[in-house]
C-alpha cells in the first residue's frame, strides 16, 4: 500500500436521545480520516476519542493532533506499507493515543482489504459472515423508565441487555428487570464507578444471574479486579483496563476477569484486536465487541472484527438508527428478528460514505497530499 493522499475531518452528530453513563452526558464529537492509494481505492477509519478525557485520556482535539503531526507524516514516510499490521509495528514509539492510532489502523485495513479483492473481515480471518448484536442502555432517571426503555428494544429484536450502573442506579434497577423480564441476558456495566468497598453489593448482584459485570473497579485496574473475582460469581469483564496485548496477558495470567471487552478505538484497531482475542481465547477467555456510541465508519470494523473465532458474546453494534437520526455510511445496518446483522460481502468494509449526509455534519476538513 502507498498513500498518495489523506483527508480528514472533525465532525459532529447529535443523538436522538441523551446518552448518559456514570462518568457523564456523551457527545458524539469524532473525526473520520480517509487514506488513498495509487489506484484510487480507498480506506476509512474513524477516531472514537471524546470530547472531554473522562473515558481515557485522549480528547477529539488532542487525537486529531496526534494523527496530524505524527501518524499522518509516518504514512507518507514509510512509502510501500506491505500490511496494516507493519505499520502498527512501526508506529510503537508512539506511547498510548490508542484511539489515533485506531482510525488509522482501521482505515489500512480496510485499503488492504480493497487491494485484496475481499471483505475486510475475511482479510482479518474472521470465521462467520454475521454476528450477534447486543443493545447499550444508559443510566434512567428510574428503574420503571428504564423497564419500558428495555421492552422497546426487545420488541426490536435484542436478547441481550446490557444496562449502565453507577451507586444508587444499580441492584434496585438490575432487580427490577430480573423481575420484570424473567430469564433474559442481562449484564451491568459500571465504568469503574465502584470500590473494592463494594463487595458486598457485588455479591448481592450474584442472585440475579448477570451474563457479566463490566469494568466494576478503577479504569487501570487489574489487581482489585483479581479480588473481586476471587469472591463473587458472577464473570468480571473487563474494559478500561486492557489497551494491549500485554494488558490482556497479565490480567488472564492473575485471575483477574472471566470476559474481555474488545473495543477497537480502546487498543489501538483492529492488529491489536486480534491479537488479544487469539492470545485471550487460547486461554479460555472469550471475547466480544464494545461500542462507544460509533458512527457508520467504525461500525463497520466493529462488525468485521466481531467474526473473529474468540468473540463468543453478542456485540454492542446495534442498528444505525440505535443512536443517531443520521446514518454517515450506506448501506445502513439493521438486525433481524434474532438479533443478527449479516456483513456485507464487498471488499473493504462493505459500506461507502453517505456524502451528503457527511459533508452537513462536517466541521472541520483537511486534504493531505504526498
Known amino acids: 500500500m502507498k498513500i498518495n493522499k489523506v483527508v480528514l475531518r472533525r465532525m459532529h452528530l447529535d443523538f436522538k436521545k441523551p446518552f448518559r453513563t456514570s462518568f457523564g452526558l456523551i457527545q458524539k464529537d469524532f473525526s473520520i480520516i480517509e487514506l488513498y492509494d495509487e489506484e484510487g481505492n480507498v480506506g476509512r477509519g474513524a477516531c472514537s476519542a471524546f470530547l472531554r478525557p473522562w ?6 482535539i488532542g487525537a486529531l493532533y496526534v494523527i496530524q503531526n505524527y501518524l499522518i507524516p509516518a504514512l507518507f514516510d514509510m512509502g510501500d506499507i506491505s500490511t ?3 505499520f502498527f509495528d512501526e508506529t510503537a514509539w508512539i506511547r498510548r493515543n490508542r484511539m489515533a492510532r485506531a482510525a488509522v489502523d482501521c482505515a489500512l485495513w480496510e485499503l488492504y482489504s480493497k487491494e485484496l479483492g475481499v471483505p475486510e473481515y475475511k482479510a482479518l480471518g474472521g470465521v462467520k459472515n454475521e454476528i450477534e448484536a447486543g443493545v447499550s442502555l444508559g443510566i434512567e432517571e428510574t428503574p420503571d423508565k428504564l423497564l419500558h426503555t428495555i421492552e422497546e428494544y426487545m420488541k426490536q429484536g435484542y436478547r441481550r441487555i446490557k444496562c449502565k450502573i453507577k451507586p444508587g442506579h444499580d ?3 438490575l432487580s427490577a428487570v430480573r423481575r420484570e423480564f424473567g430469564d433474559i441476558m442481562l449484564m451491568a456495566d459500571a465504568n469503574s464507578a465502584y470500590t473494592l468497598d463494594d463487595i458486598n453489593l457485588f455479591r448481592e448482584m450474584d442472585d440475579l444471574n448477570l451474563l457479566m459485570i463490566e469494568q466494576p473497579l478503577e479504569s487501570d485496574d487489574i489487581v482489585d479486579h483479581r479480588h473481586l473475582q476471587e469472591v463473587i460469581k458472577t464473570p468480571i469483564c473487563l474494559d478500561e ?3 494491549s496485548l500485554d494488558d490482556a496477558r497479565r490480567a488472564i495470567e492473575l485471575g483477574s476477569c472471566k470476559i474481555i471487552n474488545i473495543k477497537v478505538a480502546r487498543v489501538g484497531g483492529l492488529t491489536e484486536a486480534r491479537r ?4 485471550a481465547g487460547e486461554h479460555g477467555v472469550y471475547c466480544w465487541c464494545g461500542g462507544m456510541v460509533d458512527d457508520g465508519v467504525a461500525r463497520g470494523h466493529n462488525l468485521a472484527v466481531a467474526t473473529l473465532p ?3 458474546y453478542p456485540n454492542d453494534i ?5 443512536y443517531y437520526g443520521v446514518d ?3 448501506p445502513s445496518t439493521y438486525i433481524d428478528s434474532h438479533a443478527m446483522v449479516r456483513l456485507p460481502e464487498l471488499p473493504g468494509t462493505g459500506f461507502e460514505l453517505n456524502q451528503k449526509v457527511v459533508d452537513e455534519h462536517t466541521l472541520e476538513k483537511w486534504e493531505y497530499n504526498k
Open 55 to 60: 473515558y481515557n485520556e485522549e480528547t477529539t
Open 84 to 86: 496494516p499490521e507493519h
Open 171 to 173: 441492584i434496585n434497577y
Open 241 to 243: 483496563s486492557i489497551i
Open 276 to 279: 488479544i482475542q487469539k492470545y
Open 310 to 312: 474468540y468473540y463468543r
Open 318 to 322: 446495534p442498528s444505525s438508527d440505535r
Open 328 to 330: 454517515i455510511v450506506t
